[in-house]
């Protein structure tokens, strides 16, 4: 091998060695996403190691200390659970002494051993994720990085030796189709990382399935044209949601996706639990735990909705598909009431578009995300992108939890045709009508509340009563949304609240892009042409065509050597 070939590319503790054709897929803009991937598998690491010793001194109080107990350990007790087969804690309804690894005995009593959590990298290209994964993150198990394509599997393992001793003891790269591999070691993964090139949603049925109970699934979607309502169809027959084109879109995306997960989930009597939902650059991506339970799979329809979306103004309503019944101790489980809009919009007179179904509860855990940042600020250092994750993270703490979807304050000027008030003023209105408010870390412009959409619309016409509009056509959405009196008399004073503790302390929280061109890049092994200066920039495309050119031409001076050489002869 020589080196003079190759490019090194180093990123963290990471190093790997890029030929100059493009061969192996490499993404230098995923840099976000694999710091946001590390934060979370520490976090990840750490929660488990605390669910396992609460779980170990949950069942000593519940065993005694007595010494016919620390004797004779009961089944419960030796069935500890075991993180590479069952999850971490006890799920309702269900027997707790379920499967588990051997545990060690320690004078006389019993203690499960927790292992090292082994991860798999289902699609890992050059292996550079999966190494990062190795060298950074303390505690991590085995890492079994997975590829189809000989060429990338040659190619990271060729990484593997170059990064020393610590990547060739804990990363080991396979030549195997990602599907056929997961479906193969069911429950063996505590975590599975799936970052393909496109939709996930063909790995996903085998992916839910090689989790552990109470482990991790790390999934990217890069099809946001799709997701985001440019292929409706498509989206539907990939994902099993119809999107919409909101401003609200690349949230639908995320939810989307969620819900898609849980659906294969269900297939096997399981559940995602959403820890962490982040949209960044051109992509989704989702970090979710997976558990088995057929008793708390029943409350998958209370966590999806459809959307109806008006055609004529922003306001959006949320169909939930399931309901509950309580009668004493027993739950029923019933479908959702309907409709919760009549045929036409109650502020507009239009039409509705109906989207989904998606997902309608939380898509993060509020205690995971503080836990993540405290953990990125702590080690800022050791994170490339600490600057952009940090200011995501940051974001993400102080949005509503369980608000899904948002309105954009300008869609809402644009649709009455007046001035928009400022992010301030705005929020203080809603906040002083007893309402809850804050940003999002999709859009900048982007404003999450509980207030149903009479109480917006009644502020932003209070709000064009002190500033007035031209007259517009009686039959337009915003001349009809006007003509109605305001029920609410809105107060914009300012409220101490409407700023966000990131915004009084002005923390940056929507950073730009660090270079021109930052976004996706070819698949491997495709030939760059002239099309593709959008993508990689007019330099690197000029670079490309040049050494393509240089090696055409050294190609045909051999040839015509050759044919020389044998003409002389």
């Known amino acids: 091998m020589d080196l003079n070939d190759y490019t090194i590319i180093k990123e963290g503790e990471a190093e790997i060695l890029m030929h100059a054709k493009n061969e192996v897929f490499f993404n230098k803009t995923q840099v976000n996403n694999r710091d946001m991937s590390i934060a979370v598998l520490r976090t990840f690491i750490s929660k488990r190691k605390q669910e396992h010793e609460a779980l170990l001194s949950k069942r000593n109080k519940k065993n005694g200390s007595s010494s016919d107990v620390e004797d004779k350990p009961n089944d419960c007790d030796i069935n500890i659970e075991k993180s590479n087969d069952q999850g971490l804690e006890e799920k309702p309804n269900e027997d707790p002494c379920t499967a588990s690894e051997e545990p060690v005995k320690i004078e006389g009593k019993v203690r499960g051993k927790l292992k090292p959590p082994r991860v798999l990298e289902a699609l890992s290209a050059s292996g550079l994720r999966a190494l990062r994964y190795a060298r950074e993150v303390e505690g991590i198990g085995q890492v079994v990085a997975l590829d189809n394509d000989k060429g990338a599997v040659e190619a990271c393992q060729r990484n593997i030796k170059f990064n020393g001793s610590v990547a060739c003891s804990k990363v080991e790269s396979h030549l195997a189709d990602a599907r056929v591999y997961m479906l193969t070691h069911p429950k063996e993964f505590d975590v599975v990382d799936l970052d393909p090139y496109g939709s996930p949603s063909v790995f996903l049925d085998s992916a839910v399935q090689s989790v552990v109970d109470g482990g991790m699934l790390m999934c990217t979607a890069t099809d ?44 096997y009597k399981r559940y995602i639990v959403p820890v962490l939902s982040v949209q960044m650059d051109f992509y989704v991506r989702v970090f979710v735990r997976v558990y088995t339970s057929a008793s708390a799979m029943k409350n998958t329809p ?7 979306q008006c055609i004529g103004c922003d306001s959006f309503h949320l169909q939930p598909i399931g309901r509950t019944v309580s009668k ?3 739950v029923r489980y019933l479908p959702g009431f309907a409709p919760v809009v009549p045929q036409e919009c109650s502020d507009c007179g239009k039409k509705f578009n109906m989207g989904g179904p998606i997902w309608s509860a939380p898509i993060h855990d509020q205690d995971w995300v503080t836990s993540i940042l405290a953990d990125v600020k702590s080690m800022k250092n050791c994170y490339p992108a600490y600057e952009r994750i940090s200011a995501v993270l940051t974001t993400i703490s102080e949005e509503l939890p369980d608000v899904p979807l948002f309105l954009s304050l300008h869609n809402l000027c644009a649709t009455l045709k007046c001035t928009s008030p400022s992010a301030v003023i705005f929020r203080s209105a809603v906040i002083n009508a007893g309402y809850q408010i804050s940003g999002t870390h999709v859009n900048p412009l982007g404003l999450k509340s509980d ?33 109605k009196e305001p029920i609410l008399q809105a107060n914009f004073a300012r409220a101490v609240a409407s700023l966000s503790k990131a915004q009084a302390k002005k923390v940056a929280r929507f950073l730009p892009n660090p270079e021109r061109h930052w976004g996706p890049k070819l698949r491997a092994g495709r030939q760059i042409t002239s099309k593709h200066i959008s993508l990689l920039g007019e330099e690197a495309v000029n670079g490309c065509l040049n050494d393509q050119d240089s090696e055409h031409d050294a190609k045909r001076q051999k040839i015509e050597k050759s044919n020389d050489a044998v003409a002389e002869s």
């Open 224 to 267: 946001m044209a799709v997701l985001c309502g440019g292929n409706g169809e498509v989206c539907y027959s990939k994902y099993g949601s119809y999107p919409l084109r909101g401003k609200y879109c690349h949230e639908m995306a995320l939810r989307i996706l969620l819900a898609c997960i849980e659906s294969h989930a269900n297939r």
């Open 302 to 308: 209370l966590k999806l909705s459809y959307v109806y």
């Open 328 to 330: 004493n101790s027993s």
């Open 451 to 483: 207030a149903p959409m009479d109480v917006i619309w009644d502020i932003m016409r209070c709000w064009v009563k002190n500033h007035p509009v031209k007259a517009q056509p009686a039959d337009q959405p915003g001349s009809v949304i006007l003509s």
